[in-house]
């Protein structure tokens, strides 16, 4: 179809770009003699949300983490604002599967964490905590443990966590994976806000097409092991819709169908 997602589908090799916050170059990975990753090349812009994508064992986590510093590249090379990248750092912030919280501190104190490591004053703790308490919706849970809050609940934790500490770049591993349906589909749209608010660079992975396709101005599909960058697809998602519209939108339902076609072959 002239309209569909592998007509616009950029190159696999990603072009140089004056706006990129993150670049990742000729990235491989080896654990022992297994393979993961192969010749990554992409670059991630601020402002915009891209979702790694593809099968089971491609490389998806494994490239988050290269990016984030904990895991080191085989080869090649990762820079976030132009300097390498050798280790963890404030500028980059990680949203892990099971939320990683510190189940003896509240929430208050979890979310402001980080920025209690930097240095940053109790007052200015409390106040940025607060701020990002506000926006996931978590307001009135301040005092309240991990262990008294369901699994969404503390997934808005480890959210706001990482946009406390005003990190450049916000990396998501399958943050929603273990929250029931509905509750996912008001952490897209919570995502989608928060993307618009805070204007920062965000590396999303998941399992889910349909969630990659609602959430993302871009979507790069891996190959399955050793992982490489096989499509690269900008979903064109019409915004200013309701979520529900987009969900039914010939666009969206088309762009989905498309990498269901590209990824069934995968399938186990």
């Known amino acids: 179809m002239a ?29 022992g003699d ?122 808005r934790v480890g959210i706001a966590r990482a946009f406390a500490v005003n990190a450049d770049v916000l990396l998501l591993d399958e943050p929603f994976s273990a929250v029931d349906e509905q509750n996912r589909r008001k952490f897209q749209e919570d995502l989608l806000r928060l993307v618009e608010l805070e204007k920062k660079t965000f590396i999303f992975v998941t399992h889910s097409i349909e969630e990659a396709v609602y959430v993302s101005d871009r979507i790069v599909l891996l190959s399955p092991r050793p992982g490489r960058v096989s499509q690269i697809i900008d979903p064109m998602i019409d915004r200013t819709a309701s979520p529900d519209d987009i969900r039914r939108d010939a666009v969206y339902l088309d762009v989905v169908e498309e990498i269901w076609q590209g990824l069934r072959q995968y399938a186990e």
Request: charged fraction near 20%; hydrophobic fraction near 40%.
């Open 34 to 155: 297994i393979e993961a990753l192969r010749g990554i090349n992409l670059e991630f812009e601020r402002g915009n949300l891209t979702t790694l994508l593809g099968p089971s064992g491609c490389g998806k986590t494994t490239l988050l983490k290269i990016i984030a510093g904990l895991v080191p590249a085989t080869s090649g090379e990762i820079r976030v604002n132009g300097r390498a990248v050798t280790a963890p750092g404030p500028e980059r912030a990680f949203v892990f599967q099971d939320f990683a919280l510190m189940p003896w501190a509240t929430v208050l104190r979890n979310i402001g964490f980080g920025l209690e490591l930097k240095g940053v004053t109790a007052a200015e703790r409390d106040r940025t905590a607060r701020r990002y308490i506000e926006q996931v919706g978590l307001a009135g849970f301040e005092q309240k443990y991990p262990h008294e809050l369901s699994g969404g609940m503390r997934q």
């Open 3 to 31: 309209n569909s997602a592998l007509a616009r589908s950029g190159s696999v090799k990603a072009a140089s770009s004056n706006d990129a916050v993150v670049q990742v170059r000729d990235v491989c990975k080896n654990y």
